[in-house]
């Protein structure tokens, strides 16, 4: 860990699509986001009402559908940090962010 | 749609709400995005017509080359696929049952498309892995 900058915004910077963000930006995504830590073999179910987007940041997970009679179909084996999938459960939507514009870190 | 993890893993889960305000705010992370899922997408459909057009045989054989060209590495002129990929995670990614990947696997071993050692598959000629891979029912 840098010192002075918490471990979830270093690792909310490795992920692909938020790559080069401010670190304002990544402390407002980690506030407003919900975090899962799976073991391995661990699972999360995804369903229900709400609908955003799920990210990897750290680890190695397969997507698949344990509903499809026997066969289980594995879609994806994902390698973080990248974005798993668009999913159809999320969190509820959590205050706001500075609407400022981020700056680039270089 | 479920996730399970192969390894100790972080996930975030960002609402769609989160999400469009930071897309808003910083447009390259939803053009990252849509050019990300639009290469899933393609990847998928993909894996959809197989599953019509191609026996196990074909399938497997696509996967793996797919899988040395995404996660592969040229140790001495031959690609592997990291052993990270199990026997069952093969299965279960070609949609078919071990039986028939086992042969399929066996075929491919036979033809010298594939070789298995150590728990890891090596290419070892990936013009008849084509091969097999082209072949449609």
Same mark, same amino acid.
């Given at each position: 860990?840098?010192?002075?900058?918490?471990?979830?915004?270093?690792?909310?910077?490795?992920?692909?699509?938020?790559?080069?963000?401010?670190?304002?930006?990544?402390?407002?995504?980690?506030?407003?986001?919900?975090?899962?830590?799976?073991?391995?073999?661990?699972?999360? =179910?995804?369903?229900?009402?709400?609908?955003?987007?799920?990210?990897?940041?750290?680890?190695?997970?397969?997507?698949?559908?344990?509903?499809?009679?026997?066969?289980?179909? =594995?879609?994806?084996?994902?390698?973080?940090? =990248?974005?798993?999938?668009?999913?159809?459960?999320?969190?509820?939507?959590?205050?706001?962010?500075?609407?400022?514009?981020?700056?680039?870190?270089? | 749609?479920?996730?399970?993890?192969?390894?100790?893993?972080?996930?975030?889960?960002?609402?769609?709400?989160?999400?469009?305000?930071?897309?808003?705010?910083?447009?390259?992370?939803?053009?990252?995005?849509?050019?990300?899922?639009?290469?899933?997408?393609?990847?998928?459909?993909?894996?959809?017509?197989?599953?019509?057009?191609?026996?196990? *045989?074909?399938?497997?054989?696509?996967?793996?080359?797919?899988?040395?060209?995404?996660?592969?590495?040229?140790?001495?002129?031959?690609?592997?696929?990291?052993?990270?990929?199990?026997?069952?995670? *093969?299965?279960?990614?070609?949609?078919?049952?071990?039986?028939?990947?086992?042969?399929?696997?066996?075929?491919?071993?036979?033809?010298?498309?594939?070789?298995?050692?150590?728990?890891?598959?090596?290419?070892?000629?990936?013009?008849?892995?084509?091969?097999?891979?082209?072949?449609?029912?």
């Amino acid at each position: 860990m840098i010192e002075g900058i918490p471990e979830e915004r270093l690792l909310l910077n490795g992920v692909d699509i938020l790559r080069g963000l401010s670190l304002d930006e990544m402390e407002c995504l980690a506030r407003r986001s919900d975090v899962a830590r799976l073991g391995k073999g661990e699972g999360l =179910t995804l369903g229900g009402g709400h609908r955003g987007i799920l990210l990897l940041v750290s680890g190695r997970v397969r997507v698949h559908e344990p509903n499809l009679g026997s066969q289980d179909p =594995t879609f994806s084996i994902v390698e973080g940090a =990248t974005v798993v999938g668009h999913i159809d459960s999320a969190p509820n939507f959590r205050g706001r962010c500075a609407s400022k514009r981020s700056s680039r870190r270089s | 749609m479920r996730v399970e993890a192969l390894e100790p893993s972080v996930l975030r889960i960002v609402g769609w709400g989160v999400f469009e305000d930071l897309v808003l705010r910083n447009p390259e992370v939803g053009l990252r995005t849509i050019r990300l899922l639009g290469e899933r997408i393609e990847t998928y459909e993909g894996r959809l017509v197989d599953l019509v057009r191609k026996e196990v *045989l074909a399938r497997l054989a696509d996967l793996i080359l797919r899988l040395s060209e995404r996660e592969g590495t040229v140790p001495e002129g031959d690609y592997r696929i990291p052993a990270r990929y199990t026997h069952n995670q *093969l299965v279960s990614m070609v949609g078919s049952n071990r039986e028939a990947v086992t042969r399929a696997l066996g075929t491919l071993r036979k033809a010298g498309a594939v070789e298995t050692r150590d728990r890891r598959i090596y290419v070892m000629d990936a013009t008849v892995l084509e091969d097999f891979a082209g072949a449609v029912r």
